[in-house]
């Protein structure tokens, strides 16, 4: 007998006819001989209700409340879910985080899940019970609700899967799994069987939709197995673990896009020690994630400085420089939104080389303009004109063998 | 500083705008320079919902798993009206039925209080905080959600006052107090201004709505004295409290009426020891609360039983009654719907005779015919038609000297 730990996010368990479809999901797993641990997130909407209904009363609402009130969408699904799965004839309970045993740290709204103790579900499931847990959600230490932020319900499942040593950990979403490419760019994209959590880490920065970095470390730190897998059908997915020797076989493991970029163009700045400290200092300041930079020295000691920073976030940063400039002595911000990047991932970069030169010849043959680069151990990303850039995808889905026949 | 509890039920927090009046009237308490604890219940509506959408899963759903669903409810008011006292710079926290210490037998959807662990709660107040509390809700001895069923929110502001040492204890309503009569029907009814456990048992059992028995009951158990007043204004409204010797001046203290009531006629019946119990052992199966009794034994050994139950469960009580007339021997059975049950109350009639006399005599005078007579040493109450019980309360609230000058 397996033990797996099932979680369904928000759009599978929607409505009642979802939840339903769901139950049968797991009593289709039970039946085949498994035990199963099923984490369910909020209905899809519920949570942004509870926050507008929150928003009415306070702008500035208490963290702390927050998570009181937003932990009830999840606590609706599992006895739902709990109920949907008795009239199959399974035995289920439905835990909240806090009876799940999730111990957070202190943090609302974005907690870190610091241990679990995992002695009551185990109880459960050696009573031959499956366990209905609440994702996003557990406990601090002095027994406050704790919510973990977006993806906060993977994050549950591959917390509790560790905590339970489960053989496996699915996370069933809307599609299939990690591809290739995105199929809807790239028509002859594949679905990948194996990855490893570093590649997953890099397509998951690299805007790939599919899961939030935080839980794909989570993994990682606690070597967790999970597959990625569609909720609509029996297909298997993609199973994310460990690098293991034949994935360095395969030098890019994957083409990822990501639109929601724009680049800021800091010039005429003085090329003096602590310029672009400052400069980032004001981004840290303002809560802007910045993804690539690029420092440029001309020879008159002025310098510029370019970067990306999500697209939503472009006229905040504007604002956050002006003072900036001020104190630096003068300089110009100027902000380009048609802009994308393209990234190409694999571990078997690390042992390959030629990768980024084969990339670069492949766009310039296609005649699309590289504007910026930066390469890691197994990534090597690039800013190119957002109108171009589904055509940038094909041609190195092409160039790098990943077309399936 | 006097420590009040404050209880505000499903109508006083059924949307954001009432859940900040809600937050005011808390406010103005602190204002007032006192300690503050409130008792919320579910956004009216909340919790049907919630049933119509297990409904929709199963007909005869889990009650561990209605416990889970439905504790939902009270936890978003707690949130909410949380966050609607740091508007008003009232620091607030709000604990779940659990958080507070609430510790309930094992009976899932109708649990009952064991024991209060308020340390919790007293630590947040002497920290200074205003504590928001979900009504309705606690916890078992294996860490599972347990809820109270009807009038749980009452019984929670009660348990909680009486565990916290509350100097006060007011139960917010949509009425201003306990009355004499129905104001409805009664226009010379006068609101009641202190009322003996006793009595107020008494009423909740003779058709009042304001509040339902058990809560009354636990509070005369821990001798909790309580204030039921409206959340409409400011006006006293009626102290609940142990009987004192003043009190027993007024002999009777007011008058009710229940129109919910139906009248079974078990007739032609052998009168052999063993037949009534019978009758009400099929009743008690049923899950029916039979009121009033009367049996007549006729010369020739045959008998006939009377007795009330709720209207709704008539249909019920005739079908469980088919098998026991058979195993007697034959018997008819007959329904009266047309019936209502007038119930005048005062522990001044302990010490006080001729109130049944006087009540007897004054409905005669009105031509209005009573039908069946029970007593307790505090409460005489009398079934009669029910187009003549409204007049039936007017007679009687006069001539007991109740109508306001």
Known sequence: MSRIVQKFGGTSVGDVARIKKVAERIKHTIDQGNQVVAVVSARAGVTNELIARAREISNDPSEREMDMLMSVGEQETIALTALALHELDVDAVSFTGAQAGIRTDGIHTKAKIQTINADAVEAQLNAGKTVVIAGFQGINQHGHITTFGRGGSDLSA???????????????????????????????????????????????????KVMQSRSVEFAHKNNVVFEVRSSFNFNRGTIVKEEVPHMEKVVV???????????????????????????????????????????????????????????????????????????????????????????VVGVGMKTHSGVAAN???????????????????????????????????????????????
Not at 187 to 203: G, N, P, R, T, V
Not at 364 to 390: F, G, H, M, P, Y
């Open 253 to 343: 493991r994957g083409v990822a896009v990501d639109k929601d970029q724009a680049k800021v163009i800091v010039s005429n700045i003085m090329d003096k020690p602590g310029s672009a400290a400052k400069v980032f200092q004001a981004m840290a300041d303002a809560h802007i994630v910045v993804d690539m930079i690029v420092q440029n020295v001309g020879r008159n000691g002025i310098a510029n400085l370019t970067f990306t920073v999500p697209q939503g976030d472009t006229l905040k940063a504007q604002k956050a420089l002006e003072p900036v400039l001020d104190d630096l002595g003068g300089g110009h911000v100027a902000v380009h939104e048609n802009i994308a990047k393209l990234s």
């Open 158 to 208: 591959i917390a509790i899967a560790g905590a339970l040593n489960a053989d496996r950990c699915e996370i069933f979403t809307d599609v299939d799994g990690v591809y290739t490419a995105d199929p809807r760019v790239v028509s002859s994209a594949q679905k990948i069987s194996e990855i490893s959590y570093d590649e997953m880490l890099e397509f998951a920065a690299s805007g790939s």
């Open 359 to 405: 990339l670069f010849t492949a766009l310039a043959q296609a005649d699309i303009n590289i504007d910026l680069i930066t390469t890691s151990e197994i990534k090597i990303s690039v800013v190119v004109d957002l109108d171009r850039v589904d055509e940038a995808a094909r041609v190195s889905h092409t160039v790098f063998g990943l077309d399936a026949e």
